[in-house]
């Protein structure tokens, strides 16, 4: 999983996936350790004692318990909650309560567990969802657990019906791998269930995107409204669908502009011409609409929107655009449509970069937002006076203890906000949760309104209070909120609460990044106070008799009393860890290419191999892909030992499902479960299952007495077969 630039990544170079299920869901540990690769993030995966869901979630010393960093999975398929040998009306009703016991129990979790959990109900067996009597029961658990968890601060749901949608596989379960290893699913099925579960990790702790910018031009439309003329574009159904995406999208707090090489008014004219577009001028932020670079226009409309390249998506047509704009602005993410538009919608629903774990009203209300601060920045620009301006704002700021039900708004801030961000400590729901019950924190919000309109949530105030001053461990406000003195109202509000407490003063700690001079600067400007360094942080601390009476005023302080300048070149821009989003919409968007890839990368493994024992035969081969994929371990020789290699008991029975998946041949435990079982003993067993004609005893003796025949004796055997067939006898 991918994070932004924090305290916390120099400490834990390594994500924690911790998983706790009610079944045998060992099978899907090759998914998540491949998707750990793909993602550049290493995976410390960890599994909990089997069917233990509830005493993991309480045990204080627990897997749960000790996930420090990184996420916390619940694996629970319904029907083994009880362990019923058949369903009646009491059994499922014991059911049902277990399953408000355990989201019970989830629910309180996030108070004493430092990790996330990300909880899935996963797909009942056949038999079970054929009964209309358990189909019904399962529902209802559905939506105790969707209601319980699902708003619940620090708890993600997904649920099997999701993961059908998103990654459909045919045959999900395997009644041998269940009977013989209470391993309910089949390969395809665990890539499927790892994916979804990865991808929606992903979502909680990647920095998030804010903006997409698209082309016009057989992109937003078929056809070159230039030479068409407006009327003449059209809009095919991929590109519909696009529309309808964008609205989505632009619904969940995504802002739309346009970065497009068109004279303005062909475009304006063109959206004019089609009323029945889905997507229509209004519903964009802003626009670069001329035949500058792209890259350029990217960071033009960073600069008014005033946020980060780095939260730019840019969706084009033409691969060369979309190469330039990686070159000229490397911080935005470019995504080049497929040349089969076809493949447009299905390609859109798998960039993981448009993934929204939480949507909260202010991101439902973004774009009129930032409507009303472009607004605020024009009128600001003819006032007469920036004095009489604010004056004639008649801010609003309403100031008050974080209510639970904004606690998701709280950490989203944390995550999004970068120039006003006195310490740029990102917090998830759960971080903060566990903060605020330590009984020393408190959590302040600001909602605003001014005469352009409501702004919603947008500053925070995290703070310790000690017993000689009340320490800011967090102050951010969003870039929308800033310029009309909202920050000082908060500061001013805080300095009261510290003074009802008979605390004196007020102490702001800044880390200073490449984004967040803003918020230094609003620090200096006070004018009163003192500014000492205390290792990584500037601490500033001013006495809460006089901060009380701050207000916004004119900042008279110049650049150099604001910032020293500094001899050296300025740093570059933090540019975001790339994921390679493109490429897994285009070629791990299937559960088949996922297990595909999984088994190409163990079989690349073994490729190197120059041991004169080395797996030789189609079989050795394609069985020690298998064992190295199991094991972890490369089989690079016919002699390794499965159970020297870490093989156990469960890794026996999966050897048993993949033998068959993959060879169409159905061993017995007896088969692989020795303690001699070797490579190459376990190909010849496959080999002579293949053949059908005898058993693996004869098999390997006749191969014996092949090996001990000479050259000569082969070649004389071979003639006679050739005249054998020439003469029709068999």
Same mark, same amino acid.
């Not at 750990?36 to 290493?42: D, K, P, S």
């Not at 409204?225 to 059209?234: F, K, L, R």
């Not at 500058?292 to 033409?318: C, H, P, Q, R, Y």
């Not at 041991?611 to 390794?640: G, K, M």
């Given at each position: 999983?991918?994070?932004s630039?924090?305290?916390?990544?120099?400490?834990?170079?390594?994500?924690?996936?911790?998983?706790?299920a009610?079944?045998?869901?060992?099978?899907i540990r090759?998914?998540?350790?491949?998707?750990g690769?793909?993602?550049?993030?290493?995976?410390?995966?960890?599994?909990?004692?089997?069917?233990?869901?509830?005493?993991?979630?309480?045990?204080?010393?627990?897997?749960?318990?000790?996930?420090?960093?990184?996420?916390?999975?619940?694996?629970?398929?319904?029907?083994?909650?009880?362990?019923? @040998?058949?369903?009646?009306?009491?059994?499922?009703?014991?059911?049902?309560?277990?399953?408000?016991?355990?989201?019970?129990?989830?629910?309180?979790?996030?108070?004493h567990?430092?990790?996330?959990?990300?909880?899935?109900?996963?797909?009942?067996?056949?038999?079970?969802?054929?009964?209309?009597?358990?189909?019904?029961?399962?529902?209802?658990?559905r939506?105790?657990?969707?209601?319980?968890?699902?708003?619940?601060?620090?708890?993600?749901?997904?649920?099997?019906?999701?993961?059908?949608?998103?990654?459909?596989?045919?045959?999900?379960?395997?009644?041998e791998?269940?009977?013989?290893?209470?391993?309910?699913?089949?390969?395809?099925?665990?890539?499927?269930?790892?994916?979804?579960?990865?991808?929606?990790?992903?979502?909680?702790?990647?920095?998030?995107?804010?903006?997409?910018?698209?082309?016009?031009?057989?992109?937003?439309?078929?056809?070159?409204?230039?030479?068409?003329?407006?009327?003449?574009?059209?809009?095919?159904?991929?590109?519909?669908?696009?529309?309808?995406?964008l609205? @989505?999208?632009?619904?969940?707090?995504?802002?739309l502009?346009?970065?497009?090489?068109?004279?303005?008014?062909?475009?304006f004219?063109?959206?004019?011409?089609?009323?029945?577009?889905?997507?229509?001028?209004?519903?964009f932020?802003?626009?670069?609409?001329?035949?500058?670079?792209?890259?350029?226009?990217?960071?033009?409309?960073?600069?008014?929107?005033?946020?980060?390249?780095?939260?730019?998506?840019?969706?084009?047509?033409?691969?060369?655009?979309?190469?330039?704009?990686?070159?000229?602005?490397?911080?935005?993410?470019?995504?080049?449509?497929?040349?089969?538009?076809?493949?447009?919608?299905?390609?859109?629903?798998?960039?993981?970069?448009?993934?929204?774990p939480?949507?909260?009203?202010?991101?439902?209300q973004?774009?009129?937002?930032?409507?009303?601060?472009?607004?605020?920045?024009r009128?600001?620009?003819?006032a007469?006076?920036?004095?009489?301006?604010?004056?004639?704002?008649?801010?609003?700021?309403?100031?008050?203890?974080?209510?639970?039900?904004?606690l998701?708004?709280?950490?989203?801030?944390?995550?999004?906000?970068?120039?006003?961000?006195?310490?740029?400590?990102?917090?998830?729901?759960?971080?903060?949760?566990?903060?605020?019950?330590?009984?020393?924190?408190?959590?302040?919000?600001?909602?605003?309104?001014?005469?352009?309109?409501e702004?919603?949530?947008?500053?925070?105030?995290?703070?310790?209070?000690?017993?000689?001053?009340?320490r800011?461990?967090?102050?951010l406000?969003?870039c929308?909120?800033?310029?009309?003195?909202?920050?000082?109202?908060?500061?001013?509000?805080?300095?009261?609460?510290?003074?009802?407490?008979?605390?004196?003063?007020?102490?702001?700690?800044?880390?200073?990044?490449s984004?967040?001079?803003?918020?230094?600067?609003?620090?200096?400007?006070?004018?009163?106070?003192?500014?000492?360094? @205390?290792?990584?942080?500037?601490?500033?601390?001013?006495?809460?008799?006089?901060?009380?009476?701050?207000?916004?005023?004119?900042?008279?302080?110049?650049?150099?009393?604001?910032?020293?300048?500094?001899?050296?070149?300025?740093?570059a821009?933090?540019?975001?860890?790339?994921?390679?989003?493109?490429?897994?919409?285009?070629?791990?968007?299937?559960?088949?290419?996922?297990?595909?890839?999984?088994?190409?990368?163990?079989?690349?493994?073994?490729?190197?191999?120059?041991?004169p024992?080395?797996?030789?035969?189609?079989?050795?081969?394609?069985?020690?892909?298998?064992?190295?994929?199991?094991?972890?371990?490369?089989?690079?020789?016919?002699?390794?030992?499965?159970f020297?290699?870490?093989?156990?008991s469960?890794?026996?029975?999966?050897?048993?499902?993949?033998?068959k998946?993959?060879?169409?041949?159905?061993?017995?435990?007896?088969?692989?479960?020795?303690g001699?079982?070797?490579?190459?003993?376990?190909?010849?067993?496959?080999?002579?299952?293949?053949?059908?004609?005898?058993?693996?005893?004869?098999?390997?003796?006749?191969?014996?007495?092949?090996?001990?025949?000479?050259?000569?004796?082969?070649?004389?055997?071979?003639?006679q @077969?050739?005249?054998?067939?020439?003469?029709?006898?068999?």
């Amino acid at each position: 999983m991918n994070e932004s630039n924090n305290s916390h990544q120099a400490h834990h170079p390594t994500f924690r996936v911790a998983v706790s299920a009610n079944f045998t869901a060992e099978p899907i540990r090759p998914v998540l350790a491949f998707w750990g690769r793909v993602l550049n993030r290493e995976l410390d995966l960890r599994f909990a004692p089997y069917d233990q869901i509830l005493q993991t979630v309480l045990d204080p010393s627990g897997e749960f318990a000790q996930n420090d960093h990184g996420v916390n999975l619940v694996l629970c398929r319904y029907e083994d909650l009880g362990h019923f @040998e058949s369903y009646s009306t009491e059994s499922l009703q014991r059911l049902e309560e277990i399953v408000q016991e355990m989201t019970g129990a989830l629910r309180s979790a996030p108070s004493h567990l430092p990790a996330p959990i990300l909880f899935c109900l996963c797909p009942p067996s056949p038999e079970f969802a054929a009964d209309p009597a358990c189909a019904a029961s399962l529902e209802r658990a559905r939506r105790v657990i969707a209601h319980t968890l699902g708003e619940t601060p620090g708890i993600q749901c997904i649920d099997y019906t999701e993961i059908d949608r998103t990654y459909p596989v045919e045959n999900q379960h395997d009644a041998e791998g269940e009977r013989l290893g209470r391993i309910p699913y089949t390969e395809q099925y665990f890539a499927a269930l790892g994916t979804a579960l990865v991808r929606r990790a992903q979502a909680m702790f990647m920095p998030p995107y804010k903006v997409i910018a698209v082309d016009c031009d057989n992109t937003l439309w078929r056809g070159i409204c230039g030479e068409d003329g407006p009327a003449g574009v059209t809009l095919d159904a991929p590109r519909k669908m696009l529309h309808q995406f964008l609205l @989505e999208q632009r619904e969940a707090g995504m802002l739309l502009v346009m970065a497009s090489k068109n004279n303005e008014q062909d475009v304006f004219d063109t959206f004019a011409a089609h009323p029945e577009f889905p997507l229509q001028l209004r519903h964009f932020t802003a626009w670069r609409l001329n035949w500058e670079s792209k890259a350029g226009n990217l960071s033009s409309l960073a600069e008014e929107l005033n946020v980060g390249l780095d939260t730019f998506i840019f969706l084009d047509d033409n691969p060369k655009e979309c190469a330039e704009v990686a070159d000229g602005a490397p911080e935005a993410l470019p995504l080049v449509l497929p040349e089969d538009i076809e493949e447009l919608p299905d390609f859109l629903h798998h960039i993981w970069a448009f993934d929204h774990p939480v949507i909260t009203e202010e991101d439902r209300q973004r774009s009129t937002l930032y409507a009303q601060t472009l607004e605020f920045g024009r009128e600001i620009k003819r006032a007469t006076s920036l004095e009489e301006f604010i004056a004639g704002l008649n801010l609003r700021v309403d100031f008050q203890a974080l209510a639970a039900e904004r606690l998701g708004r709280v950490a989203q801030l944390t995550q999004r906000t970068n120039q006003f961000n006195c310490t740029t400590v990102r917090r998830n729901e759960q971080e903060i949760q566990a903060l605020l019950a330590d009984g020393r924190y408190r959590c302040f919000t600001g909602e605003v309104s001014d005469r352009f309109g409501e702004y919603g949530l947008v500053g925070v105030l995290i703070v310790e209070r000690r017993e000689s001053e009340m320490r800011v461990d967090t102050f951010l406000l969003s870039c929308r909120a800033l310029g009309r003195g909202v920050e000082h109202r908060m500061l001013s509000a805080l300095a009261e609460e510290a003074l009802d407490h008979g605390i004196y003063t007020v102490t702001v700690a800044f880390r200073p990044t490449s984004k967040n001079m803003p918020a230094r600067q609003f620090l200096d400007s006070i004018g009163f106070g003192t500014v000492e360094t @205390e290792g990584d942080e500037i601490v500033y601390r001013y006495p809460a008799t006089e901060l009380q009476a701050l207000r916004w005023k004119p900042n008279r302080l110049n650049a150099d009393e604001v910032a020293p300048k500094s001899k050296s070149k300025p740093k570059a821009p933090a540019v975001r860890r790339f994921v390679e989003f493109a490429r897994i919409a285009h070629d791990l968007r299937t559960p088949a290419q996922v297990v595909n890839e999984v088994r190409r990368q163990a079989q690349a493994v073994l490729a190197n191999s120059t041991a004169p024992d080395a797996p030789a035969s189609d079989v050795e081969r394609r069985l020690a892909a298998i064992w190295t994929e199991l094991l972890e371990r490369p089989a690079t020789s016919v002699n390794c030992n499965f159970f020297d290699l870490g093989g156990h008991s469960l890794l026996a029975v999966l050897l048993l499902m993949r033998v068959k998946e993959e060879f169409g041949v159905e061993l017995s435990v007896d088969d692989v479960y020795s303690g001699t079982l070797t490579l190459g003993e376990l190909a010849r067993t496959i080999e002579a299952h293949q053949l059908g004609a005898m058993d693996a005893d004869e098999y390997h003796a006749l191969l014996a007495e092949i090996e001990g025949l000479s050259d000569e004796e082969v070649q004389a055997l071979l003639q006679q @077969e050739e005249q054998a067939g020439e003469s029709g006898q068999h």
